[in-house]
Nanobody, 120 residues
Framework: QVQLVESGGGLVQPGGSLRLSCAASGIIFSIATMGWYRQAPGKQRELVARISSGERTNYADSVKGRFTISRDNAKNTVYLQMNSLKSEDTAVYYC??????????????WGQGTQVTVSS
């Protein structure tokens, strides 16, 4: 079965850094587009960053310049390096995978999420 397991969340002070990891299994990782979403209390779930199989990246404007998404295909793992963290970054962060199965369909998977809390 497909599993996406996030780790690395926790409590950090404003201005600090965290590195989230997502270990994937049950998929052909190298052809998947991987991403990170987050959901803060009272807010809609939003895309934070994504990285394609060709390592093209996209970031939300709110994190651009502070967060970096990367992948290690040999380890079936995607990372989110978060620097200069702000209180508004507090959220549950979810790892996602998207694989194109046909010209007209794709399959999406979600991890269980990891809590990131930025507070002094």
């Amino acid at each position: 079965q497909v599993q996406l397991v996030e780790s690395g969340g926790g409590l950090v002070q404003p201005g600090g850094s965290l590195r989230l990891s997502c270990a994937a299994s049950g998929i052909i990782f190298s052809i998947a587009t991987m991403g990170w979403y987050r959901q803060a209390p009272g807010k809609q779930r939003e895309l934070v960053a994504r990285i394609s199989s060709g390592e093209r990246t996209n970031y939300a404007d709110s994190v651009k310049g502070r967060f970096t998404i990367s992948r290690d295909n040999a380890k079936n793992t995607v990372y989110l390096q978060m620097n200069s963290l702000k209180s508004e970054d507090t959220a549950v962060y979810y790892c996602t995978s998207a694989i194109r199965t046909t010209l007209w369909a794709r399959r999406d998977y979600w991890g269980q999420g990891t809590q990131v809390t930025v507070s002094s």
